[in-house]
């Protein structure tokens, strides 16, 4: 159990890059961007293929599961960019990162388990730290113009954490599968770039390089962790994590540069970490929380 969280949060911390490698492939459109940075995870998950050892008997794949793991993988990113053209950034991204939190009392309707008051306190301290993160340099004014882009935020939240809570039904499935999926996410991403968006490549090998690193970790390798430790492992310690990463993210754009530290930054820290680590305790402090019937 605590192996797999852990590989579980090894996506969070990769999401942690995102921002940053966006950024840093210059004026590739959203879903552009996704389709060549899917296709990358592909590759990935196809060489992973030639290391993993192959199952014993071959797998019955429910076609539930392709539902859920495309519409996962694309819907989100479908809606988070939706989001993005119809609201501003800062209340949308908020919006979008009530997912964790979502996890969390969601977990609570699957089998086996049983939602605790330190995974819904260290879920909500997380988003007041994620809340100190978005605001960072400006206010948040909800403006009812922009009631779309907000739905298709809150559309986002619940498309992942639904994709999250639903793979864990099916732990038989192995991870190879999310190959497929990433596949899929990047021919529709292609099918919507060609229908919504001018077409702009990286302009020099710094930028393509961004796009690599793109393909090869946040939006490869992260989901497969990411469906090892849903499915194994625990799944309201790794929701209330999950709010590490837009703090990680900004400290890697302090690290590199491309922010300034503050007051806002400590407190998310202090909020964020104290949330994982309350939601945590049952794991850090080998205290257990006797399974729901």
Known sequence: MGRATLIGFSAVAMWALLALLTDASGEVPPFLLSAITFAIGTGVGLLARLFMPRPQ????IPPQVWVIGIAGLFGYH???FTALRNAPAVEASLIAYLWPLLIVIGSALMPGERLAWNHVAGALLGLAGTFLIVTRGGGLSFDASYAFGYAMAGVCALVWSAYSLLSRRFPSVPTTIVTWFCAAT?????ACHLMLEETVLPANAGQWLAV??????PVGAAFYAWDIGVKRGNIQVLGAASYAAPLLSTLVLIATGFAEPGWRILAACLLITGGAVLAGKSLLFGTRVPAKA
């Not at 008997?57 to 019955?60: F, G, L, P, S």
């Open 212 to 217: 690599l690193g793109l393909g090869l970790m």
């Open 186 to 190: 990047s021919v529709l991403s292609l």
């Open 57 to 60: 008997q071959k797998v019955r």
């Open 78 to 80: 479908f809606f988070y």
